[in-house]
């Protein structure tokens, strides 16, 4: 069972900054890889980024390449989402997701466990 959590969202103005943290609860953190998706109202969710079990290697969505960055502290079972020049684009509920696939998926169905998600708005 993993159980996950994140944090770090709120209100932001473009081109400004947010951390998201997402914190699992699971005995081998580093047997998963670890995903974040986003949902905005209206829409589908969405595939932003995605690390490998050992964080060497990420995967991202191309409307996020080169603003956000996924990494991962297997130390603390926490895998964090940096994103940079935010745009109103990017407004969404953004969940962290973990999988025993191989990290290059971006397809929800390839993730077993979600967190409930964090609000994350970014305002013109």
């Known amino acids: 069972q993993v159980q996950l959590v994140e944090s770090g ?30 949902q905005a109202p209206g829409k589908e969710r969405e595939f932003v980024a995605a690390i490998r079990q050992s964080g060497g290697s990420t995967f991202y969505a191309n409307s996020v390449k080169g603003r956000f960055t996924i990494s991962r502290d297997n130390a603390k079972n926490t895998v964090y989402l940096q994103m940079n020049s935010l745009k109103p684009e990017d407004t969404a509920v953004y969940y962290c997701a973990a999988s025993t696939l191989y990290y290059r998926h971006s397809t929800a169905a390839s993730y077993g466990y979600w967190g409930q998600g964090t609000q994350v708005t970014v305002s013109s």
Do not use: N
């Not at 081109?15 to 998706?37: P, Q």
């Open 9 to 38: 969202g709120g209100l932001v103005q473009a081109g400004g900054s947010l951390r998201l943290s997402c914190a699992a609860s699971v005995r081998t953190f580093s047997g998963y890889a670890m995903g974040w998706f986003r």
